[in-house]
Every structure is written in C-alpha cells, then in structure tokens.
C-alpha cells in the first residue's frame, strides 16, 4: 500500500513500513510542513494512505467533506509499536481502507468509518 506518515508519527517507522512493501513517505521529510489541509491533500493526489496521531484529519475529512485515500488514526500507540499496529491495519483492514476508509486504532479497539462516496 502507498502510505503518507505525517510528522508526528516517529520516522523509524518509514523504514519498517517499506521493509514490509509498503510505498512509504514521510512528512518530515518534506521542507516544511504546510498544515493538515495540505498534507491531505497531497495524500489524496498521491492515493496514499494518511497514518496520522492527529485526530483534526479526520475533522478535515468528516466535517469539511475534503477529499482523502484512507487515514489511520494512531491513538496512544507507542513509536516503536506503531509501524507494527500500521502493518496489521492494513492487512486486516485492507478492503476497507482501498475503499478510503478511516480507520482510529487504539490499544484496546478499532473503529472504522466507511466514506459514503464509496
């Protein structure tokens, strides 16, 4: 899967990620960081999945009906878990994220939100 890591989320995890066959970019990687608005809207034209701890994407998607590929939401999850938390997301969940799905992981639970475009 193509994924976007945004930069909150720790940048050991692009090369799990990668190791695993995922397409990986990371936002801190880019010269600066332009806002969420932004960086979803490079994910959307890029069709990568948005792995994201910040819940304001989903506000972006939900609230404002701005366009996204899929974004997983990391909640509480340590840096050094979340590229393998990442791995089984999209794995189990992969159907439902090729289907732009928005998807907020916790230690203890998943929840999913269908795009109703889709």
């Excluded at 995922?22 to 936002?27: L, R, T």
Aim: charged share 30%.
């Amino acid at each position: 899967m193509k994924l976007l890591l945004d930069s909150c989320v720790w940048r050991g995890n692009r090369q799990t990620l990668a190791d695993n066959g995922h397409d990986v970019s990371w936002v801190g990687d880019w010269e600066s960081d332009p806002g969420d608005e932004e960086v979803l809207r490079r994910a959307e034209a890029e069709k990568r999945i948005l792995v994201t701890l910040d819940k304001d994407f989903g506000e972006l998607a939900i609230v404002h009906s701005q366009p996204h590929a899929g974004i997983i939401r990391l909640v509480g999850i340590p840096a050094r878990l979340q590229a393998t938390t990442c791995q089984a997301v999209t794995e189990k969940y992969k159907t439902e994220l090729q289907q732009n799905a928005i998807i907020t992981v916790t230690d203890t639970r998943v929840r999913i939100r269908l795009d109703p475009e889709n």
